[in-house]
């Protein structure tokens, strides 16, 4: 099983971008669903997660007001609404599943299903 990350493109700072994760198969209305993107040369980051129950929202600071995290279980998909978009948002994108306790959404340890995400490229 994996999350299929997409809606990735190049865009211009300021520009709007929204990503989807859908499974290739299964369910996921049971799981935290978390956004973690990479840049070259850096270690992958947190960026949001909505909870599997209640739909509580957490992001990082450097994306809160820009982006939006949302979950539709009847088609089985999360989203990513990215406004705002900065040259420091470039990086791959990928979404993963989580049923970690709360004080462990941030780490990308604590998420699987990964597949192979998307790229997003902001310009200056």
């Known amino acids: 099983v994996q999350l299929q990350a997409s809606g990735g493109g190049l865009v211009q700072a300021g520009g709007s971008l929204r990503l989807s994760c859908t499974p290739s198969?299964?369910?996921?209305?049971?799981?935290?669903m978390g956004w973690f993107r990479q840049a070259p040369g850096k270690e992958r980051e947190f960026v949001a997660t909505?909870?599997?129950?209640?739909?509580?929202?957490y992001y990082a600071d450097s994306v809160k007001g820009r982006f939006t995290i949302s979950r539709d279980n009847a088609r089985n998909t999360v989203f990513l609404q990215m406004n705002s978009l900065k040259p420091e948002d470039t990086a791959v994108y990928s979404c993963?599943?989580?049923?970690?306790?709360?004080?462990?959404?941030?780490?990308?340890?604590?998420?699987?299903?990964w597949g192979q995400g998307t790229q997003v490229t902001v310009s200056s």
């Open positions: 909505i909870r599997r129950s209640g739909g509580s929202t």
């Open positions: 993963g599943a989580s049923r970690v306790a709360l004080s462990g959404i941030y780490f990308a340890r604590n998420y699987y299903y």
């Open positions: 198969e299964r369910t996921f209305s049971n799981y935290d």
